[in-house]
């Protein structure tokens, strides 16, 4: 069996895992990085909804490295986040150190 392990192509998103039994007929999935980034996008791979989620659950680097085609994107969309939300974070912070005084 690990040498099948040492043998999934990863950066195929049509290779699901492996479903391993053991002797009492327990399963364990084991699915490959690619197959859940890939199905988390249902598909729709350069949806910037979808990217959008990523840059929140700070995973950019997982995606870029199933998906190196979407690097520009994504660092694109994380840098315009960021010039939005650091303002937010600035006044929130701000608001959170005068208001309980």
Do not use: C, H
């Not at 053991?22 to 990217?51: C, H, M, P, T």
Request: without cysteine.
């Amino acid at each position: 069996m690990v040498d099948s392990l040492k043998n999934v192509k990863y950066g195929d998103v049509n290779f699901e895992g492996y479903v391993i039994i053991d002797e009492n007929f327990n399963r364990l999935k084991v699915k490959s990085n690619s197959y859940i980034i890939f199905s988390q996008f249902n598909g729709d791979i350069a949806s910037k909804w979808r990217l959008v989620v990523v840059i929140l659950n700070n995973e950019i680097e997982e995606v870029v490295a199933s998906f190196p085609d979407l690097k520009v994107q994504l660092d694109k969309l994380a840098r315009n986040y960021e010039t939005i939300i650091t303002p937010v974070r600035e006044k929130f912070e701000f608001l959170k150190e005068n208001i309980s005084k």
